[in-house]
């Protein structure tokens, strides 16, 4: 009988787990959005590159980032260097990249 409370517990459990993770997904996928925005928005960006953590972007006019945003965003980190921002975002940074080489 503590058998099929345990099997229903942990399917309730696995439920809800499901649930969340598809909620992040679409908050994710809006953060996303969102910091194309912060970075000029799509036309001003040339070029991405991923590495690790970072996230590196090449920008046609990097005074139209708002770089107090993108750290507001979640970033851990924001520099810039000429046309460029290295964006310390941890996993994201490869699910960025992605995301914007399918926007263009």
């Known amino acids: 009988m503590n058998y ?3 099997i229903i517990i942990g399917v309730v459990l696995l439920i809800i787990l499901l649930a969340v993770l598809k909620a992040n997904k679409k908050d994710a ?3 996303l959005n969102r910091l194309v925005e912060l970075l000029g ?3 001003n960006i040339i070029d991405t ?3 690790l953590s970072r996230f590196i972007v090449t920008l046609n006019d990097v005074s139209k980032a708002n770089k107090e945003g993108i750290h507001n965003l979640g970033a851990k980190g924001v520099v810039e260097i000429d046309n460029q921002l290295k964006i310390i975002l941890g996993p994201e940074s490869k699910q960025l990249k ?3 080489d399918d926007l263009k």
């Open 29 to 31: 996928s809006l953060d």
């Open 41 to 43: 928005g799509k036309e």
């Open 4 to 6: 099929i409370q345990y």
């Open 49 to 51: 590159k991923s590495n």
């Open 98 to 100: 992605k995301y914007i």
